[in-house]
């Protein structure tokens, strides 16, 4: 089976016109035509009815099916090919949100220095949500990502290095700095300043607004820590962040949660578990889960 054919065959499904899927490859109608009747005649089954009063293109039934293979093939030649690619240069994508970054991944990244790995990363950075999606599509080697539950999918593999808790910051002049915690509900007449949906605070302030059964004002969202705490610093608003995002100079007061229960900031180690790993990522795995600061 020509692979080439495969991808004519993906687009088509897309398009549903020989002529736009010919531009998209810069060939000719015929060529797509031709490569059409090859899978059908390999597979000994009609992928694609023309209906002619309506110009359109129909896919059976079989072709839909056969469509649902096509794209897990070709996402696994992706996915191979940049594998290829990373070990052929010695390099071990490596998914890394910027709060993790920033607290958890310092004392890590000296460990990993020791050992001479610490070059071989290409570490990519985004929110966790972003992340996960460039795992499981073979765009990452390694990740360390945060959750509000346990990751839990099998075809991932998953190592728990750290639980930490999601605070409420709060301007050092607000009415509530000295309060030192309080229940969500009693948030529910304040402004927030959230990370945005690529980030795994979304669905832990989701969880804490149903679970509080209130609607609070979310007034701004952006990917950048420092400027939520410069903005809650100021007065704008208030916030909910991971404990891993906070230093003790912070110019915000720290609040604690008393809800129960309440969604934990999970720091983990995730990669996919059909992926054969190098030596390389066999010993960077084994040194980032040696020591974890996990509660038993």
Same mark, same amino acid.
């Given at each position: 089976?020509?692979?080439?054919?495969?991808?004519?065959?993906?687009?088509?499904?897309?398009?549903?016109?020989?002529?736009?899927?010919?531009?998209?490859?810069?060939?000719?109608?015929?060529?797509?035509?031709?490569?059409?009747?090859?899978?059908?005649?390999?597979?000994?089954?009609?992928?694609?009815?023309?209906?002619?009063?309506?110009?359109?293109?129909?896919?059976?039934?079989?072709?839909?099916?056969?469509?649902?293979?096509?794209?897990?093939?070709?996402?696994?030649?992706?996915?191979?090919?940049?594998?290829?690619?990373?070990?052929?240069?010695?390099?071990?994508?490596?998914? @890394?949100?910027?709060?993790?970054? #920033? /607290?958890?991944? &310092?004392?890590?990244?000296? $460990? =990993? +220095?020791?050992?001479? %790995?610490?070059?071989?990363?290409?570490?990519?950075?985004?929110?966790?949500?972003?992340?996960?999606?460039?795992?499981?599509?073979?765009? @990452?080697?390694?990740?360390?990502? #945060? /959750?509000?539950? &346990?990751?839990?999918?099998? $075809? =991932? +593999?998953?190592?728990? %290095?750290?639980?930490?808790?999601?605070?409420?910051?709060?301007?050092?002049?607000?009415?509530?700095?000295?309060?030192?915690?309080?229940?969500?509900?009693?948030?529910?007449?304040? /402004?927030?300043?959230?990370?945005?949906?690529?980030?795994?605070?979304?669905?832990?302030?989701?969880?804490?607004?149903?679970?509080?059964?209130?609607?609070?004002?979310?007034?701004?969202?952006?990917?950048?820590?420092?400027?939520?705490?410069?903005?809650?610093?100021?007065?704008?608003?208030?916030?909910?962040?991971?404990?891993?995002?906070?230093?003790?100079?912070?110019?915000?007061?720290?609040?604690?949660?008393?809800?129960?229960?309440?969604?934990?900031?999970?720091?983990?180690?995730?990669?996919?578990?059909?992926?054969?790993?190098?030596?390389?990522?066999?010993?960077?795995?084994?040194?980032?889960?040696?020591?974890?600061?996990?509660?038993?």
């Amino acid at each position: 089976m020509n692979i080439r054919d495969l991808y004519y065959f993906e687009q088509l499904f897309q398009e549903k016109n020989f002529t736009r899927v010919a531009h998209y490859f810069n060939v000719s109608q015929p060529t797509i035509t031709a490569a059409i009747q090859r899978l059908e005649k390999e597979l000994e089954t009609k992928l694609v009815i023309r209906d002619q009063s309506h110009k359109d293109l129909i896919f059976t039934e079989s072709g839909r099916q056969f469509q649902t293979h096509v794209t897990q093939i070709l996402l696994e030649l992706k996915t191979a090919q940049l594998e290829i690619t990373a070990i052929k240069q010695e390099k071990i994508r490596f998914g @890394l949100p910027p709060i993790i970054g #920033s /607290s958890f991944f &310092p004392a890590l990244s000296a $460990k =990993l +220095s020791k050992k001479n %790995l610490l070059s071989h990363l290409d570490t990519r950075e985004d929110g966790s949500n972003s992340l996960l999606n460039q795992l499981k599509n073979g765009q @990452l080697d390694l990740a360390l990502l #945060s /959750s509000t539950k &346990p990751i839990k999918d099998p $075809k =991932l +593999s998953v190592h728990l %290095l750290a639980r930490k808790q999601f605070k409420i910051i709060v301007g050092l002049n607000h009415p509530m700095a000295q309060s030192g915690s309080l229940y969500f509900h009693d948030l529910k007449r304040e /402004s927030f300043i959230q990370l945005n949906e690529r980030f795994v605070h979304s669905i832990a302030f989701r969880e804490l607004t149903e679970q509080a059964g209130i609607k609070p004002k979310l007034i701004y969202q952006t990917n950048d820590v420092q400027i939520i705490k410069g903005m809650v610093a100021c007065g704008v608003g208030i916030s909910m962040l991971s404990e891993a995002a906070l230093l003790p100079q912070d110019p915000v007061a720290v609040l604690s949660l008393k809800d129960q229960p309440q969604p934990e900031f999970l720091i983990q180690l995730v990669y996919r578990s059909n992926h054969l790993l190098t030596s390389l990522q066999k010993t960077t795995i084994e040194l980032l889960t040696r020591e974890t600061d996990v509660d038993s």
